[in-house]
């Protein structure tokens, strides 16, 4: 009995200092928030993105570019005399989490912009809460439709899909002689329904045929029916409008059951995981994107870019993800600069105006309906289990 | 195209149809529904991935690896978790079950991350024709083993001394018990069979979609649950039977262009059933003599 009561007190004893501790903890965040956001010495931007989960490759890369940005510009004495913070979150690919985490950027941390998400899904669930709080979201890869009909906070620096989709179909089409092509959605990915929906149209316009249509979901493993059914369609070639994990089993799939068919898609595909997932089968599959690390053809600042990203990552090539991570900072920061303010009702006008931006991930534009027009778009084929450079198309500025 | 359909109906099937044993087994003989018993799958299939990527082992090593494994492993989650309770109400072991299910699932996320990794080579992947039918052999090898394994199943329940002490413990278990038989050895051994089954259902689906993650034995759990409930909870030919009717179901439920449901079509499958038959398909009505 003796040592229960003994035991009994200590136990007390823990929790009072538990407590004690824990409240000392509280106060000292909460002078923290009041020194926070734009009004003290650091203007703080969020970001928003997957760390962990089915998406994080996206959102590893995204935040690197996004730090090396804050870097860039802290070493040069900030913005408007304060230093830049990123601010991290992350999500772990879930959308419930998704919302969660915006609202906590906003509502505690006080953060001026958020850059994010890479997917357009959770995009469009941060657009309606950022637009509500008047914080700029400044997406680094959104690129289905319908993200900055969102409000007038709402930008993108991506290429989008609506501008690379319709280029790189001329080229399967006239170049690569894709007459006859199935289509496979992921029915439960937004981004995924959205770019077939552009690709069917830019398909009708070079009169290139339809043969199948078939869909997917994210999560889902066992293809063997659809690929059986792409099979009895016998196509030229394959458009697979999904992200990598899916792409890389489905290639899978189509070799096993003995078809030598190629596969084309978006920076939905764009990940190593596509051939660690999906090996020989992806070899000659083809991604474009916006990004692709060429030293020997790049701009200035993107080589610069390359050289400081390889410097720090064991020689490793930036992808598409750390290089808009890294412009939607300095978007962020020269908008700032002009509008002289770190408000971002101000600031975001400045934003919408930026003209011919010489950005490391290309050349960008701001459409009056503030949606990009990015040059070049890069077609990327997987060729010993790695991306390498099969073309730089040119791209149309589309009629807004 | 129909064929060459029911082929993978077939094999996605077997899949669902070996994990599906393992339920309807522990069901059988403690009316237990262990609902970490996909985990135990998904574990198999990583010690799968491992025994090749470490040990370069072949095919039927890697098969054996994970089944002995898994073993151990579904032994001694009976033992530790599940023995202790088993005078308790029925409840707190289902949800003892559900708690080693998220323990296995954390488990393994803390280990080896939360995206899915590739299964390395293991088995040479051949297309073979019959006539205008291809199929690939690992959708070969897969029916074969799994095959073999609901034989050897059938043959141990029916023919062995411990088959018939499981038989009587699925009878009665207090009245099996009284008549000399040592009932936590025939549990021990149902749940080692089980696991074996899920494990080597775990690297065989491992290799066929060439993807293992830490919440795989999350939806295959449920859907072999469903067969075994398809087939008539407890009843071991209603286990494969369900398996096999459920692998066909979705195969073809997507071939239909039905992908979108691909996941509510095992759940209203099982829906129709239970109002049709309540007890599954090769069920017998509970008889209780008072």
Known sequence: ?400 | MLLQQIINGLTLGATYALIALGYTMVYGIIQLINFAHGDIYMIGAFIGVAAVALFHQNFFLTLATAMLACVVLGMTIERVAYRPLRRAPRLNLLITTIGVSIFLETFMTVLKGPQPTGFPPVLKNVTLRVGTLEFSSIQLVILLVSVALMVGLQFIVKYTKIGKAMRAASEDYDTASLMGININRVISFTFAIGSALAAAGGVLVGIYFNSVSPYMGVTAGLKAFVAAVLGGIGNIPGAMLGGLLLGLAEVFGVAAGFSTYKDAIAFTLLIIILLVRPTGLLGRPIQRKV
């Open chain 1, 1 to 400: 009995m003796k040592k229960y009561k003994v035991a009994l007190v200590l136990l007390s004893m823990l929790l009072v200092i538990a407590l004690v501790a824990g409240c000392g903890g509280k106060t000292g965040t909460s002078g923290d928030e009041n020194k926070g956001g734009a009004s003290g010495d650091t203007i703080k931007i969020g970001f928003m993105g997957a760390l962990t989960g089915n998406e994080a490759s996206y959102g590893i890369e995204t935040l690197k570019g996004m730090k090396m940005a804050a870097e860039d510009l802290n070493k040069e004495g900030g913005v408007l005399g304060k230093k830049i913070e990123i601010v991290e979150s992350d999500h772990g690919s879930k959308q419930t989490e998704a919302a969660a985490v915006v609202q906590k950027m906003i509502s505690k941390d006080r953060v001026v912009a958020i850059v994010g998400d890479p997917t357009t899904g959770k995009t469009k669930l941060a657009a309606p809460i950022c637009q509500q709080n008047k914080v700029v979201l400044l997406s680094a890869g959104a690129v289905g439709p319908g993200v900055v009909e969102l409000g007038d906070y709402i930008f993108r620096d991506t290429l989008l899909d609506a501008v690379a989709a319709p280029a790189v179909t001329d080229y399967l089409v006239n170049k690569l002689g894709w007459k006859k092509v199935a289509i496979v959605t992921s029915t439960n990915n937004d981004y995924s329904v959205g770019l077939t929906k552009i690709f069917e149209e830019a398909l009708a316009k070079h009169n290139a045929q339809i043969v199948d249509r078939e869909s997917i979901q994210d999560g889902d493993q066992d293809f063997s029916a659809q690929v059986t059914r792409i099979k009895q369609a016998r196509p030229d070639g394959i458009i697979f409008t999904g992200y990598y994990t899916e792409g890389g089993l489905f290639m899978k799939e189509v070799r096993k059951q003995g078809l030598d068919l190629k596969m084309a898609g978006g920076d939905g595909l764009l990940s190593p995981v596509l051939w660690k997932l999906g090996g020989d089968a992806v070899e000659g599959s083809m991604v474009y994107t916006g990004f692709a690390a060429d030293p020997a053809n790049a701009a200035p600042q993107t080589r610069e870019f390359i050289k400081k990203y390889q410097a720090a990552n064991d020689n490793k090539l930036p992808d598409m993800f750390s290089a808009q991570g890294y412009d939607a900072v300095m978007l962020l920061a020269r908008a700032m600069k002009e509008a002289n303010s770190t408000d971002p009702s101000k600031f975001k006008d400045a934003l919408a105006k930026t003209r011919d931006y010489p950005g490391v991930s290309g050349t960008l534009t701001f459409l009056p309906n503030r949606e990009p027009v990015k040059s070049p778009v890069y077609l990327l084929e997987v060729k010993n289990q790695q991306f390498s450079i099969k073309e730089a198309l040119p791209t149309e500025v589309p009629k807004a």
